[in-house]
């Protein structure tokens, strides 16, 4: 088999990582300066508007369980070319995405307050946290859909939308946290510090789910309506809920066992908390084209296997594997001689240099598996086969990397060294199995739309 992609298809691929990867940057970029606007106004209220969002990105990532199944049945139906599954898989996952961002929305109604009451927080920062998860909380419904309907646009192709969309989102949520959070006298405007803050992450996400719903509802050509679920279809329910909840289950079990290992450099001590906090921040450059890479694949990979091209799914995955190991090897490579020089923009603090200089010869190996794992992780998913990289990452996540970190960190005394071993570890160790299966070819037999036409295997389109 002639594993090549021709020039057409190269860039095709690229038409659709490129917005995918700005989408990425201007998301960071966002979050940075937002996190700057904070620590000017008040160093407690960035780190509070910290702390909550992480309890907010645990809300996301159930909602992501219909959105990532959504994703994954949609790219395959546009390969399939059935508009009659396509409405169906599009009805039912807004249905589903509605019901559990209303739940998302009671559970932080009843139980907000009370988790951040258990973080030990001091009663000023528990009132202030509470109205911020409040006032996101409160839109969870429309959230939810919002992924759904974002994975249904890209599983067309169109990432352009989304990078679109997120840009006059993210400009507008720029220009109402700055106006808020300070407050604007002149015009009237008060200063609300958090809630400013809170509010204008509403309206961008407003700005973006109406964006990119009205894109879905005038550009591609599904019908969504109730009649859809007369008589509900059960099937696609099931086939939501079979790929999505695996898929999803695995990226909250990396997070929880993240936090774990969190939990071991807190222990470590001030020095290890910031070495760490320091590289993540700069390590991001070595795998966020790969990650951008994935998700362009992913909706290929899906939309061949919906149209029973496995030899097209199966040159993407290699095409994309190589571009991914350059993409995140070169600056993994270059951050090694730059961690110190970078060191020095957050601090002055010698041993924390050292240890971020230290941390990248190690990063090296973590990043190169890493870009593998990124690639066949999505892409295993996106042709049904999301029970693997569960199990997998279930296993090694927690029987593999979390036992080695703590015997290198604290039975060997290397500390944040012994951190980083464990994490390579468990890339590597997971991305020889992920070869292992798709070399296994297993995966062409998780299909979940069979309904195709005959297909040109040398064709890749949007």
Known sequence: M????????KKVFF????????????????????????????????????????????????????????????AQSVGAK???????????????????????????????????????????????????????????????????????VYSYGHTKIGMIGTFVANIATLIVDWALIFGVPSLGIPSLG??????????????????????????????????????FPKDVAVKLFKVGFPATAENISYVLAQLVITGFVVALGANAIASKAYFDSIAVATYVVSSAIAGSSAILVGQMIGAQDKVGAEKIVRYTLKVSFITSVIPSIALVFLAGPLGHLFTSDPNIIAAMQVIALL???LEVARSINLILYRNLKATGDARYPLYLGLVVNWIVMLPVAYFFCFTLGWGLMGIWIALATDEVVRAIFMVLRWKSRRWETKTLIKEAPPIDTDRLSL
């Open 194 to 231: 958090v809630i400013g803050a809170a509010i204008g992450s509403v309206v961008g996400r407003l700005i973006y789910f109406a964006f990119i719903y009205v894109f879905l509802r005038k550009k591609i050509k599904i019908t969504l309506s109730a009649k859809t679920l007369k008589p």
């Open 15 to 74: 038409q659709l990582s490129w917005p995918l990867l700005m989408e990425v940057f201007l998301g960071l970029f966002t979050g940075y300066l937002i996190t700057l606007m904070l620590a000017n106004y008040s160093d407690t209220a960035a780190g509070l508007v910290s702390i909550v969002n992480q309890m907010i990105s645990l809300f996301y990532l159930v909602f992501m369980i219909v959105s990532t199944g959504t994703g994954i049945l949609m």
């Open 82 to 152: 059935s508009s009659l599954i396509k409405e169906k898989i599009a009805a039912v996952s807004i249905f589903y995405a509605g019901i559990i961002g209303l739940l998302g929305t009671i559970l932080i109604v009843l139980f907000g307050q009370g988790i951040l009451t258990v973080l030990n927080l001091d009663p000023t920062m528990i009132h202030f946290g509470t109205n911020f998860a409040m006032i996101i909380g409160a839109f969870f419904f429309m959230q939810s859909i919002s992924f759904v309907v974002a994975q249904i």
């Open 363 to 365: 990063d090296v190996v």
């Open 2 to 9: 002639d594993s090549a992609l021709t020039k057409s298809q």
